[in-house]
Nanobody, 118 residues
Framework: QVQLVESGGGLVQPGGSLRLSCAAS????????MGWYRQAPGKLRELVAE???????NYADSVKGRFTISRDNAKNAVYLQMNSLKPEDTAVYYC????????????WGQGTQVTVSS
């Protein structure tokens, strides 16, 4: 099993920045690609950004140019730098990874709230 713990959420004004962190523990040899998802009230959970084990990123169109995902394999951590935040970025943000040994198995963090409001 892999445990994921997110941190760094909070309240920020429109145009502001936040940096989310996700630390993995447990069976970290199972970690493959890592990603950030978000879920706003009344909406489905959606992919924000993901990064392969080799460091290749992929972004949702809605955050391209504003968010940057990165990872530190030595620390078993993934980060999300969020700039130029908008009210529509308000959501609970979840860290995710897939199991490199078991196809279709995913691990999730408990989520961290990001609120963008003046």
């Amino acid at each position: 099993q892999v445990q994921l713990v997110e941190s760094g959420g909070g309240l920020v004004q429109p145009g502001g920045s936040l940096r989310l962190s996700c630390a993995a523990s447990g069976s970290t040899s199972r970690i493959n690609a890592m990603g950030w998802y978000r879920q706003a009230p009344g909406k489905l959970r959606e992919l924000v950004a993901e990064i392969s084990k080799s460091g290749i990123p992929n972004y949702a169109d809605s955050v391209k140019g504003r968010f940057t995902i990165s990872r530190d394999n030595a620390k078993n951590a993934v980060y999300l730098q969020m700039n130029s935040l908008k009210p529509e970025d308000t959501a609970v943000y979840y860290c995710n990874t897939d199991d490199r040994f078991v196809a279709g198995r995913y691990y999730w963090g408990q989520g961290t709230q990001v609120t963008v409001s003046s």
